[in-house]
């Protein structure tokens, strides 16, 4: 889907890089990176510096950065003017659903996704530059950054070390910082997402080393706030 964008708005002068965000290493994402056959840049961020430098804490996220090097519009919620976690939501009449599986396409349904409005900003972006009525001013894009408090930097120095540990081969002390950062940063879901990726195939469920899970805590938090609401 990002090659689609990608080959549409490149003519424009405008490139899309990926970057997946997996402490698992290049090989757990080059699969996927490869059926997609990217024309643009598709980076794999083993040590979540994206996360650290540019306040990314969910994905898909996207920042917006213009010809000189600025930043125009912080992370915030994107896609490319569809995503597949709504096909999720599309099935056939009839179709039996098992009861797991019903919960948590209860929980997206009620989620703030809008891929058609994040699409046609974009593309505004692209036509009018500088111009363009979402391209932030330097004091616009800074109040809406996320600022680092002594608490965040802690959580980012805990989830640091706990990548360290585990590429390492000591997992299981990993799981203690991790545990450390999603308490100091509860609001950061790629420290979770990342954490409990580890611990069995299925992420969405319950497991042992943590105290929730993405089901969990969606419906603590409310699967409205999950992605904040895109502002102009």
Request: no cysteine; charged share 25%; aromatic share 6%.
């Amino acid at each position: 889907m990002w090659q689609e964008l990608r080959a549409e708005l490149h003519p424009l002068g405008v490139e899309i890089v990926t970057v997946a965000l997996d402490t698992g290493g290049v090989e757990v994402v080059r699969p996927w990176i490869e059926a997609a056959r990217p024309e643009h840049p598709s980076l794999v961020d083993v040590a979540h510096v994206l996360d650290e430098r540019l306040g990314v804490v969910n994905v898909p996220n996207a920042v917006w950065i213009d010809e000189h090097g600025m930043i125009v519009r912080p992370a915030e919620p994107a896609w490319p003017g569809r995503t597949p976690v709504l096909d999720m939501l599309k099935v056939p009449e009839g179709t039996v659903i098992p009861p797991a599986l019903a919960v948590v396409r209860n929980e997206i349904s009620r989620m703030q996704i809008d891929p058609e409005r994040s699409l046609a900003m974009l593309r505004d972006w692209a036509e009018h530059g500088a111009d363009s009525r979402y391209a932030l001013a330097p004091e616009q894009v800074i109040a809406r950054s996320r600022p680092r408090t002594g608490e965040l930097a802690r959580a980012a120095a805990h989830f640091e070390l706990g990548q360290h540990l585990h590429r390492g081969g000591d997992h299981d002390a990993a799981i203690g910082h991790w545990r450390e950062a999603h308490r100091l940063d509860p609001d950061n879901r790629t420290y979770k997402r990342q954490a409990w990726s580890f611990e069995g195939a299925d992420a969405v469920g319950p497991n042992s080393a943590y105290d929730g899970s993405w089901l969990s805590d969606v419906q603590a938090s409310g699967a409205e706030s999950y992605y904040p609401q895109l502002e102009a």
